[in-house]
């Protein structure tokens, strides 16, 4: 795979991975009403959009094939270590925007630059800490 189609394919994969994370907030939320409302559908998009995202990057961004469930264990709890790195940025900025704009869709649109700022930067930590056997340059 070249670089840019790397990057291509990367960006493509961030982008599903969002959406499914700010749809996933959007679900909770209509669903929720309750005093929590906000943490729990940040939880709930964090949690979706991280396994589709491991999924898309094991498979079509690294190549990466575990040698025995144990394998496959570890790798994906540094991913999620990683993640939780990078989640901080999301998170982060998220809130920065629902506290200084108090409406829904600039949490939303805080969510989304925050998202992908995090995505530039685990991308790097994956190919170095995770999927240190990938192919990909």
């Known amino acids: 795979m070249t670089r840019r189609e790397l990057i291509i394919r990367y960006a493509i ?10 749809g996933s907030q959007a679900l909770a939320v209509s669903v929720y009403h309750g005093p929590f409302a906000i943490p729990l559908s940040v939880i709930f998009g964090t ?41 901080g940025i999301f998170w982060i900025t998220e809130a920065l925007f629902h506290a200084a704009f108090d409406a829904p869709a600039m949490r939303y ?20 800490h995770v999927f240190v056997d990938a192919r990909a340059t």
Do not use: C, E, P
């Not at 994969?13 to 700010?22: G, H, K, Q, T, V």
């Not at 805080?110 to 790097?124: D, E, R, S, T």
């Open 13 to 22: 994969f961030a982008a599903i991975a969002i959406l499914i994370n700010l």
């Open 47 to 87: 949690g979706t959009g991280l396994v589709a995202k491991y999924v898309l990057d094991k498979n079509w961004i690294f190549y990466h094939q575990a040698a025995n469930r144990s394998h496959q264990a570890k790798t994906f709890v540094l991913y999620t270590v990683m993640g939780l790195a990078t989640t």
């Open 109 to 128: 649109v805080g969510g989304l630059i925050g998202l992908v700022a995090g995505y530039l930067v685990k991308y790097q930590l994956d190919l170095r």
